[in-house]
């Protein structure tokens, strides 16, 4: 059982509090200076207890409650807080789990969440700067970018050889620590989003490609490419399978893993009947 300890804040201490906004697995949320105003329009100074981690090594961080301590410095007041001891990790457990302002998003949850596939998503962000972006409020302006809830795709398919909609991801992040069973499966999982990574090195990385180079990589026994096959792999007209409109989506993919798995030397697998047509 967790201790908690209610405690008054006065406004410089409200100051000191923390956001875990780190580059290296951050958790929490930015609040864009119009949002933070609006909250303090419509809530006045009535605000309600924020909730916060105080960790071992000192400093205390805001759990729950990040756009409630800005509301608070905003009008220069103080505030109630609920204290309790914690680790980094147990912060990350406690954010998702007593959230409660905006729902939160699937960006957000791969920060915060200790299932394997988000930590496998933050080992990535880290590990290569500039080429897996760890997606926050806006798009990146530099090319040859993977999203986060790109990557969390592409290294899903990779582990279990599995395309799911972006929709249903937040579920497939939770259930990766029933699906990733064993080492292999997070080095599998790592290939597949290298792979890419290399495919595409300096492009702008659209899902589909992305898509199609992770189910090669399956099929190819979930390992890194060889150079030679990167460089067969770059050299597809890729851009000639993209058409522009939501119409012809199903098609572009199937035009681009087709590409993508003749240019391997493996078989073209073949096509799902949907439901309506097998009827």
């Known amino acids: 059982m967790r201790e908690y300890k209610l405690v008054w804040l006065e406004p410089d201490a409200v100051r000191e509090l923390r956001l875990d906004l780190s580059a290296d697995g951050g958790y929490q949320r930015e609040r864009s200076s119009l949002e933070i105003k609006r909250a303090a329009a419509m809530g006045g100074d009535d605000i309600p207890p924020i909730l916060l981690g105080e960790r071992p090594v000192g400093g205390r961080y805001v759990i729950d409650g990040g756009l ?30 007593w959230n409660c302002g905006r729902p939160v998003s699937l960006s957000e949850k791969l920060r915060a969440s200790t299932a394997p596939l988000a930590a496998l998503v933050r080992s990535l962000a880290m590990s290569h700067k500039g080429k897996v972006w760890f997606l926050r409020h806006s798009s990146p302006r530099d090319n040859g970018v993977m999203k986060a809830d790109l990557v969390a795709r592409v290294a899903h398919i990779g582990a279990v050889g599995e395309n799911v909609p972006p929709g249903q991801m937040m579920t497939i992040v939770d259930r990766s620590t029933e699906t990733f069973r064993s080492p292999a499966d997070y080095r599998n999982a790592t290939a597949a989003v290298l792979n890419v990574l290399d495919v595409f090195e300096n492009q ?76």
């Open 204 to 279: 702008t990385i659209h899902s589909e490609k992305a898509i199609a180079v992770a189910e090669a990589t399956y099929a190819n026994g979930h390992r890194r490419f060889r150079e030679a096959e990167v460089r067969k792999l770059r050299a597809l007209p890729w851009k000639n399978a993209l058409r522009p409109g939501e119409a012809r989506l199903n098609w572009s993919l199937k035009a681009l893993r087709a590409m993508a798995f003749r240019a391997l030397g493996l078989p073209v697998p073949a096509e799902k009947q949907s439901k309506k047509k097998a009827a």
């Open 68 to 97: 409630r301590q800005a509301v608070a410095l905003e009008l220069g007041v103080g505030l109630w807080a609920c204290i309790v001891k914690t680790t980094r990790e147990e912060e990350r457990t406690l954010f998702l789990r």
